[in-house]
């Protein structure tokens, strides 16, 4: 199975600052053939489900605030909020969807205000 | 929009099975478009995803679990529904039901907490 670690397990930044989460993938999820890397970012606020944030590690889904943005390729992801709002406080996990016979999903990190 | 959401008992006996539906509303579980999933948000831990299943009847199970799970579907219901034997206690969790075209799961159900206890 491909193993997702992120990093850091919890973070806390301030209102209006960068956050940054990690995503080290066990091996590579890039497909060369059509040169995608098959990675997504999800946020789960307390008591919701999770929401799929970007998909192909970089494609912003439909409603995202552009404020989230995806980076990396191969074995290495990055997750940015440029400016942190108050209803961004939740637990983001990053999935690999390479490996069609099992999908896995990084621990998570909890983003808390300081 | 689609929306999806789980049922089924709240609490199973050890050794017994649980057993889950997902309705799908405002769309069609028939769609060749997607596929349709079960998964898991373990207590402190992070998610873990159990099967896939197409509306034809194809299912592709996750290796660690597949001994015990079972994923159907019934289109007349617009419905999919999750079998999983012989549970413990490890198997406590909210199950969320999900829809997915490429692996990346863009609709989610609310999700609902099962504890395994006597």
């Known amino acids: 199975d491909i193993v997702m670690t992120q990093s850091p397990d919890s973070l806390a930044v301030s209102l209006g600052e960068r956050a940054t989460i990690n995503c080290k993938s066990s091996?590579?999820?890039?497909?060369?053939?059509?040169?995608?890397?098959?990675l997504a970012w999800y946020q789960q606020r307390p008591g919701q489900p999770p929401k799929l944030l970007l998909y192909w590690a970089s494609t912003r889904e439909s409603g995202v605030p552009d404020r989230f943005s995806g980076s990396g390729s191969g074995t290495d992801f990055t997750l940015t909020i440029s400016s942190l709002q108050a209803e961004d406080v939740a637990v983001y996990y990053c999935?690999?969807?390479?490996?069609?016979?099992?999908?896995?999903f990084g621990q998570g990190t909890r983003l808390e205000i300081k | 929009q689609v929306q999806l959401q789980e049922s089924g008992p709240g609490l199973v006996k050890p050794s017994q099975t649980l057993s889950l539906t997902c309705t799908v509303s405002?769309?069609?579980?028939?769609?060749?478009?997607?596929?349709w999933s079960w998964i898991r948000r373990l207590p402190g831990q992070g998610l873990e995803w159990i099967a896939n299943?197409?509306?034809?009847?194809?299912?592709f199970y996750n290796p660690s679990l597949k001994s015990r799970v079972t994923i159907s579907v019934d289109t007349s219901k617009n419905q999919f529904s999750l079998r999983m034997d012989s549970v413990t206690a490890a198997d406590t969790a909210v199950y969320y039901c999900?829809?997915?075209?490429?692996?990346?799961?863009?609709?989610w159900g609310q999700g609902t907490l099962v504890t395994v206890s006597s």
């Open positions: 405002g769309g069609s579980i028939s769609s060749s478009d997607y596929y």
């Open positions: 999900a829809r997915t075209m490429t692996g990346s799961f863009d609709i």
């Open positions: 091996q590579s999820v890039l497909y060369s053939p059509n040169n995608k890397n098959y």
């Open positions: 299943i197409y509306y034809s009847g194809s299912t």
């Open positions: 999935q690999q969807y390479y490996s069609t016979r099992t999908y896995t």
